[in-house]
């Protein structure tokens, strides 16, 4: 089942199999500026949490939003799925996402097993976390000649917060190599999310920023 949280539209449930034709009303769509994310991920590593993070920061920025994830088997470390789209008008689509503009891989070793480039459209990008440069990745990409662009999410998160939560670093990547919000406001709002999520811990708050500047000034591109 995938879970579909909707902010300025209703929430509901859909179900994966309900797959909502989108040909030329999406193409209409992203002609007027719709954008849409595609995150690969293993449950538990937090690319649910930045899916929904990045559908947080963009309703803030007054944009419609959805951010839905979609499981396979419910178990940590099992490949999962999340999706954004991101628009200045209201899309009434709710489905998941065949055709993105820009896929997030939160878990290198999903390269082996997943095409994560599937669908993607050839002016986007894949942006991966992996100590490797674009060139590197490239070779594993199954032939994608777009762009490529890569952070070490689990190196800044381990040197900010202590630990490997690479959710904040890619969300900062996803962010910057879309352009999909205004650097400024992005970091403002994303600091007033932490001091609310975090409201006791004023060290977290710290970490998550410390990460989230990091890896904006680190994601390569290639």
Known sequence: MAFV???RTEAFLLSSAQRV????????MKENGLIEFRWHGRGGQGA?????????AAFC???YVQGFPEYGPERMGAPITAYNRISDVRCSVHCNIENPDYVVVVDETLLDSVDVTHGLSPEGAVIVNTAHSPAQIREKLRGWQGRVCTIDARRISEETLGKNFPNTPMLAAAVKVSGVLEEAKFKKDMEDSFHHKFATKPQVVAGNMAALVQAWEEVQAG
């Open 5 to 7: 949280l909707l902010l």
């Open 21 to 28: 034709p989108t040909g030329r009303f999406i193409d209409t």
């Open 61 to 63: 920025s007054g944009k």
């Open 48 to 56: 649910k949490t930045a899916c929904l993070l990045l559908a947080d």
